[in-house]
C-alpha cells in the first residue's frame, strides 16, 4: 500500500516562507494515487484542498492561496512539495498530503499523518 509522510511545517511570522514534504513509498498497485495534493484543517472548520495535481499534470490551487503556493513533484525522489510564501495567519493548520483516483475531495483515500503550520 501507498503511504504518505509530510515533514517541513514548523512555526513562521506572517509573510514568511515554508516548503512542506510529502514523501510517497509502498505499491501503487492497489492504491490509485492519479491525484496528489495538499490539504489543510484549521481548528474548528472542516479540511479543505489547498493545491491539487491531477493524472493530467493539471494543477488546481484554492482561490485563498492562488499566487502564494506552488504545488510541484520530484518523480525522481517520489517527493511532492508544498511552497508556501507570504504566509498569513489564516494559513494556520495541520497540513495533510492526500493522494487518491479523482481529486474530489471524497476521492482521497490515502493521507499523511499531517505537519503543523502556525503563523503568527
Known amino acids: 500500500h501507498v503511504q504518505l509522510v509530510e515533514s517541513g511545517g514548523g512555526s513562521v511570522q506572517a509573510g514568511g516562507s515554508l516548503r512542506l514534504s510529502c514523501h510517497v513509498s509502498g505499491s501503487t498497485e492497489t492504491d490509485r494515487t492519479d491525484c496528489m495534493g495538499w490539504f489543510r484543517q484549521a481548528p474548528g472548520k472542516e479540511r479543505e484542498s489547498v493545491a491539487r495535481?491531477?493524472?493530467?499534470?493539471?494543477?488546481f490551487y484554492a482561490g485563498s492561496v492562488k499566487g502564494r503556493f506552488t504545488i510541484s513533484q520530484d518523480t525522481s525522489k517520489n517527493t511532492l512539495y508544498l511552497e508556501m510564501n507570504s504566509l498569513d495567519v489564516s494559513d494556520t493548520a495541520v497540513y495533510y498530503c492526500?493522494?487518491?483516483?479523482?481529486?474530489?475531495?471524497?476521492?482521497?483515500?490515502?493521507w499523511g499523518q499531517g505537519t503543523q503550520v502556525t503563523v503568527s
Open positions: 495535481i491531477g493524472s493530467g499534470g493539471t494543477i
Open positions: 492526500g493522494a487518491g483516483r479523482y481529486c474530489s475531495l471524497s476521492y482521497i483515500t490515502i
